[in-house]
């Protein structure tokens, strides 16, 4: 097999690194890949191994050397240690990366084999392909006052690892839920459902989320609803939930572990990230927004569909959704280092949807997906104002018109009855909007997912507001 080159797919090859970005330590402050030496065995397993064998006469190294050598442009983006034949972590030694461009190997007398350990410190991202090449010469040794000159030259190409999403149709690993005022038996909730799961939940405290509120599973995620707008009254600035992280992996032959990714949006959750994720086999990466985060940065506008084929072309994997501004000139988009990013990781190539009509402007308040037993194992859930009208035209027909509305658990709120809510042009006239912009998603998702209609689940849903301040959720939402 060539290691020359690196090939994607089930009948390519090609070595793969993991960006080491772990904490095993728990005394350092940052990910692994900040600190230019090995303290622990855990450490040296998140490493890919290069083994430079030797054969032949010994006397062929007298008038030669082997120089492991990386590329300038290469050199921030990998570290290599190296132990010499022992094999002690105490003795392993950062020779290359950084400032390291070269080490002269010395092959063992009685060891053909020398085992170098290899981590990556970049995902790819706008200006790295994700391709890194360590090279092999052997140089003759001239005599005295003569410059060594090369006689061969060997290489092998080595891929980082991905970030990779997770959709919300996996099985959850870990459930993540805040403690904020008056929300107790919510939490509770959340506990007994992951202990009847079997899956472990960590509660993040009021101090730690300074009344941030969010909830987050690992592979996949369950969310308490975004605060609505009062109906038929001004809309209540929205709370931003399970918005300031998003959860997947990284993943090569010998070892696959979580990376949580950390949003440009710092707000009271900002610092749990690395304080309570990044850990042992808990990676983390972050990107920023130079040019300022707005909403659109918060990864309730950062989702992923299950696995899909489009047109033959297989996503074994999904593909990313993040909302812009598209098809509206101007607006917010989110930010480019992001975009960049997810881009860049290559296996989930994102789809851009129109999340920008709504005030928030995420993806996540008007699509989701969820498991079904038959077609392409999911159904696509969209929120749908023109079905929530024809669900109550039905009821009024049925004599239920006078029914208030948002009984349970709103009390603060006013209580339309069916009636009052249809009789409303107003909102009937903003709901047509709202829903304009869903069709025109709807067109994209089908299109870029490779979906039929029956592949797609119309949710009642009504919006308010207005084409300037955005939509609102007029009850709980999909989130």
Partial sequence: VPQTSWTWGPDGHGAVLLVNCDRDEAAAEGPDSEDS?????????????????????????????????????DADKIRVFYGGSSGELEKLRHVLGGSKLSYSVRPGRHR???????????????????????HLTLLESPEKGLLESPIFTDSVVFRVAPWIMTPNTAAPLE???????????????????AERVRC???????????????IQVGAGRARPPRAAAEPGGSPNPPSLLQDEVEFGYIQAPHKTFPVVFDSPRDLGLKDFPVKSILGPDFGYVARQAPE???????????????????????????????????????????????RDF???????????????????????????????????????????????????????????????????????????????????????????YAQSCISWNRDILKRCLGLAEPDILDIPQLFQGDPTLGALAFFPNMV
């Fill in 37 to 73: 030496a090995v303290r622990s065995y855990s450490d040296l397993q998140d490493m890919s191994q290069l083994v430079l064998r030797t054969r032949g006469p010994s006397a062929t190294f007298s008038g030669h050397r082997l120089l492991l050598h990386v590329d300038f442009g």
């Fill in 112 to 134: 053909h084999d020398s085992v170098f350990y290899v981590e990556a410190l970049a995902f790819p991202d706008v200006a790295f392909a994700g391709l890194v090449s360590l």
């Fill in 175 to 193: 459930v993540f839920v805040c403690s904020v005022d008056g929300n107790e038996e919510f939490v509770a909730a959340v506990g007994a459902l």
């Fill in 200 to 214: 472990p939940l960590t509660v993040c405290p009021a101090p730690q989320n300074r009344q941030d509120r969010w």
């Fill in 292 to 338: 300022g985060a707005s909403s659109l940065d918060s990864f309730g506008n950062l989702e992923v569909s299950p696995p899909v084929t489009v047109r033959g072309k297989e996503y074994p994997l999904g593909r990313i959704l993040i909302g812009s501004s598209f098809p509206r000139l101007g607006g917010r988009r989110m930010a480019k280092a992001v």
């Fill in 342 to 432: 997810l881009v860049a990781q290559k296996v989930q190539a994102p789809v851009e949807l129109f999340s920008d009509w709504l005030h928030v402007g995420h993806v996540d308040e008007f699509l989701s997906f969820v498991p079904a037993p038959d077609r392409k194992g999911f159904r696509l859930l969209l929120a749908s104002p023109s079905a929530c009208y024809q669900l109550l035209k039905e009821k009024q027909e049925e004599g239920y018109g006078e029914a208030p509305m948002f009984q349970a658990g709103l009390d603060r709120v006013p209580k339309p009855t069916i009636n009052e809510i249809l009789t409303n042009e107003e909102l009937r006239k903003f709901n047509d």
